[in-house]
C-alpha cells in the first residue's frame, strides 16, 4: 500500500505544511533571543535555581537537548522504520517518543475496537508491539499519542465497516447549517480551514468510546502515558448534530438552531450558556478517558497537544486546557508553539508561564515550518525561562533531509556569553 501522502505528514499536533527547509530569512533572529536569554535571571556556577522565580530550577548543562519527539504514524507504515526511530532517538539523547497510535479513526496496534490503518505495509502488523520493546531497551519513554475528535481527512471514505465514519454516522460533528462532516468533500473541508472530519464531543456515544479506546490500549500495551491530541472542536462552528442539540434544549429549553428568533438580549445569553456547553463537552471526553485509564492502570501520565493561549483555546476550540491540569485531569500540557516568529513563540511561552506555571507544561517546537537558526531560538529562550522540558515537531520532519538533527545540535550547543554572565 502507499505510503502516506507527503502533503498530509504534518496535519497532526497542529502542523498544517510539510516541512520544507528554507535559507534563513533573518540571520540575526538567534542573536536576539540570546540577549532575550541573557537578560533572564542568572545562576552561580553549582546553584541549580533561577535567581528572581522562586520555585523554578534551571536546566542542568548536561540536560537533553530536546526532551520528547513527536513521531508521526508516517514513520510506522514499514517494519523496517520501526528500529531507526528508537536508534535516532537514542543517539540524540532524548528522554521519550509521543508515538501516534491513533491516527485518523484507526489503530496503529491490535485493536478490537478500531480497524487496522489503511497505509500500513505489512498483513497483520503490530507497530506499537514492534516499537515498544526496543524502546524501553534504549531506556525511552513511549507515550501512546491518540488523536481524539478528529477521525478522518482522506480524499475518500474509510473502506472499512469498523471505522467509526461507517459505524456510528450520527456521531459526526454537524455544522450550523446541519450538514455532517462526513458530508463535507476535501475542497470544502480546506476552504475553512478544517483539517478533517471530527466527532461530536456531546454526543455520550462519543464520550463511551473514546474512554473504551484508550483504555484498551493503556491495559493492552505497558505505554508510559496518553497523549492526546485534537481534543478540541474544529475552527468551524459545530455541535448541531441531533443529540447535543437536544441536550441542550433539555436544560436551557432552546434548540441552538434557533437562537436567531429569541430578543438580542436573551440571544448574548444562550450564546454564553452555549459556549459553555461545548466546552463542558470536551472536557467530559477528557474526564471519560482519565477515569478509564484510572481503572487499569492508575497514575499512568496523560497530557495533550494544546494551543498556547489559554482563553483563545476556550474561545475558538472548547479546549480549557489551564483547567484540565489544575483539577487533575492532565499531568502536562505541550503547548504547539508552532509559529515561524520567533517573538511570537516568547509571548506565548511567556503567558504560559505567567498563567499556569512552568512545572507541568511543556513548549513544543516547529521545525518544519522555519529556519533551524530560529528552532533552536526558541529552545534556548525555553530553557531560559525555566521550562523543564522542551518537546520538537517532529521526528519525521528533522529526518526528512540529512545532518538537519546535526546542524541543530550544532546551534543548541553553541554558547553566546551573555549566557554565561555573572
Given at each position: 500500500?502507499?505510503?502516506?501522502?507527503?502533503?498530509?505528514?504534518?496535519?497532526?499536533?497542529?502542523?498544517?505544511?510539510?516541512?520544507?527547509?528554507?535559507?534563513?530569512?533573518?540571520?540575526?533572529?538567534?542573536?536576539?533571543?540570546?540577549?532575550?536569554?541573557?537578560?533572564?535571571?542568572?545562576?552561580?556556577?553549582?546553584d541549580s535555581t533561577v535567581v528572581g522565580v522562586p520555585g523554578v530550577t534551571a536546566t542542568p548543562d548536561d540536560a537533553p537537548a530536546v526532551d520528547y519527539l513527536w513521531v508521526l504514524r508516517n514513520s510506522l507504515v514499514d517494519a523496517d522504520d520501526v528500529p531507526r526511530v528508537v536508534e535516532r532517538a537514542r543517539r540524540m539523547g532524548v528522554r521519550g517518543l509521543l508515538v501516534q497510535v491513533v491516527g485518523?479513526?484507526?489503530?496503529?496496534?491490535?485493536?478490537?475496537?478500531?480497524?487496522?490503518?489503511?497505509?500500513?505495509?505489512?498483513?497483520?502488523?503490530?507497530?506499537?508491539?514492534?516499537?515498544?520493546?526496543?524502546?524501553?531497551a534504549a531506556g525511552l519513554e513511549v507515550h501512546a499519542w491518540v488523536n481524539v475528535c478528529l477521525v478522518w481527512s482522506g480524499p475518500r471514505p474509510p473502506r472499512s465497516p469498523r471505522h467509526v465514519?461507517?459505524?456510528?454516522?450520527?456521531?459526526?460533528?454537524?455544522?450550523?447549517?446541519g450538514r455532517s462532516m462526513s458530508r463535507l468533500t476535501p475542497r470544502q473541508l480546506a476552504r475553512m480551514g478544517v483539517e478533517g472530519v471530527y466527532l461530536a464531543p456531546g454526543h455520550p456515544g462519543v464520550q463511551r468510546w473514546t474512554a473504551e479506546m484508550v483504555k484498551e490500549l493503556v491495559a493492552?500495551?505497558?505505554?508510559?502515558?496518553?497523549?492526546?491530541?485534537?481534543?478540541?472542536?474544529?475552527?468551524?462552528?459545530?455541535?448541531?448534530?441531533?443529540?447535543?442539540?437536544?441536550?441542550f434544549a433539555l436544560v436551557h429549553r432552546v434548540d441552538p438552531l434557533r437562537?436567531?428568533?429569541?430578543?438580542?438580549?436573551?440571544?448574548?445569553?444562550?450564546?454564553?450558556?452555549?459556549?459553555?456547553?461545548?466546552?463542558?463537552?470536551?472536557?467530559?471526553?477528557?474526564?471519560?478517558?482519565?477515569d478509564s485509564v484510572n481503572a487499569v492502570r492508575p497514575g499512568l501520565p496523560i497530557s495533550a497537544a494544546v494551543y498556547p493561549d489559554t482563553l483563545a483555546a476556550q474561545a475558538a476550540r472548547a479546549q480549557a486546557w489551564g483547567t484540565w491540569l489544575r483539577t487533575g485531569l492532565l499531568d502536562r500540557a505541550f503547548l504547539m508553539c508552532y509559529s515561524?516568529?520567533?517573538?511570537?513563540?516568547?509571548?506565548?511561552?511567556?503567558?504560559?508561564?505567567?498563567?499556569?506555571?512552568?512545572?507541568?507544561?511543556?513548549?513544543?517546537?516547529?521545525?518544519?515550518?522555519?529556519p533551524l537558526t530560529s528552532a533552536a531560538a526558541k529552545i534556548k529562550a525555553a530553557r531560559a525561562m525555566g521550562f523543564p522540558a522542551v518537546?520538537?515537531?517532529?521526528?519525521?520532519?528533522?529526518?526528512?533531509?540529512?545532518?538537519?538533527?546535526?546542524?541543530?545540535?550544532?546551534?543548541?550547543?553553541?554558547?553566546?556569553?551573555?549566557?554565561?554572565?555573572?
Open positions: 500500500m502507499p505510503r502516506l501522502d507527503r502533503n498530509r505528514r504534518e496535519s497532526d499536533a497542529g502542523g498544517r505544511n510539510p516541512f520544507r527547509p528554507r535559507r534563513c530569512m533573518c540571520a540575526g533572529l538567534l542573536s536576539l533571543v540570546l540577549l532575550f536569554a541573557g537578560a533572564m535571571p542568572s545562576r552561580a556556577a553549582g485518523r479513526g484507526d489503530a496503529w496496534y491490535r485493536s478490537d475496537l478500531l480497524p487496522a490503518p489503511e497505509p500500513m505495509n505489512g498483513p497483520g502488523r503490530d507497530p506499537l508491539g514492534e516499537l515498544l520493546p526496543l524502546a524501553h465514519l461507517n459505524a456510528n454516522p450520527e456521531w459526526v460533528a454537524r455544522t450550523a447549517d493492552r500495551y505497558p505505554v508510559d502515558g496518553v497523549h492526546l491530541d485534537y481534543i478540541r472542536q474544529p475552527s468551524v462552528p459545530t455541535g448541531y448534530d441531533p443529540t447535543t442539540r437536544a441536550r437562537f436567531d428568533r429569541e430578543p438580542p438580549v436573551w440571544r448574548a445569553h444562550l450564546d454564553s450558556l452555549w459556549a459553555d456547553f461545548n466546552r463542558e463537552q470536551v472536557t467530559t471526553v477528557v474526564r471519560g478517558i482519565r515561524p516568529a520567533v517573538p511570537t513563540v516568547l509571548g506565548q511561552l511567556t503567558a504560559a508561564a505567567d498563567g499556569v506555571g512552568s512545572t507541568r507544561v511543556v513548549p513544543g517546537i516547529a521545525v518544519y515550518n522555519s518537546a520538537l515537531y517532529s521526528y519525521d520532519s528533522l529526518y526528512e533531509r540529512p545532518a538537519l538533527w546535526d546542524r541543530l545540535r550544532g546551534l543548541l550547543d553553541v554558547r553566546d556569553p551573555l549566557e554565561d554572565r555573572p
